[in-house]
């Protein structure tokens, strides 16, 4: 995928900067609710699921399976899409890299890896693992 072409929106505000700053680390972090004990995907302070303001970011295991993907072929460079379902229960809209891209199958385990953007940030994608 070309980073510069690709990349998703990019949203570095006082709440997700934690995450980016990890992200450029090299680790995965994603947002617990202590009130719930859930994890939750797309980092933000409130609970999506009681609502609760007790959260915390906690490091992730970067490992999950796929749940849904897409190949995009009608483009100059293929690229695969995927719902992935991190192993701490949230599903992350993602893509799926450095694979073939007719083996993927829904199931497969995957792993995180960390892509630049043409934005300087370090982007979480998927990987076989």
């Given at each position: 995928?070309?980073?510069?072409?690709?990349s998703p929106l990019i949203v570095n505000n006082?709440?997700?900067?934690?995450?980016?700053?990890?992200?450029?680390?090299?680790?995965?972090?994603?947002?617990?609710?202590?009130?719930?004990?859930?994890?939750h995907w797309y980092p933000r302070a409130i609970?999506?699921?009681?609502?609760?303001?007790?959260?915390?970011?906690?490091?992730?295991?970067?490992?999950?399976?796929?749940?849904?993907?897409?190949?995009?072929?009608?483009?100059?460079?293929?690229?695969?899409?995927?719902?992935?379902?991190?192993?701490?229960?949230?599903?992350?809209?993602?893509?799926?890299?450095?694979?073939?891209?007719?083996?993927?199958?829904?199931?497969?385990?995957?792993?995180?890896?960390?892509k630049p953007s043409s934005e300087g940030m370090?982007?979480?994608?998927?990987?076989?693992?």
């Open positions: 995928m070309p980073e510069d072409t690709r006082p709440e997700t900067q934690p995450f980016w700053e990890a992200a450029a680390e090299g680790r995965f972090i994603v947002r617990y609710c202590i009130a719930c004990n859930r994890a609970c999506p699921f009681c609502f609760s303001d007790k959260t915390e970011w906690k490091q992730a295991s970067g490992n999950g399976t796929v749940y849904s993907y897409s190949v995009m072929r009608r483009v100059p460079e293929p690229y695969a899409i995927a719902y992935v379902t991190l192993e701490e229960g949230p599903k992350m809209l993602t893509n799926l890299v450095e694979c073939d891209f007719d083996a993927i199958r829904i199931g497969h385990r995957v792993k995180v890896v960390f370090q982007l979480p994608m998927f990987t076989p693992a």
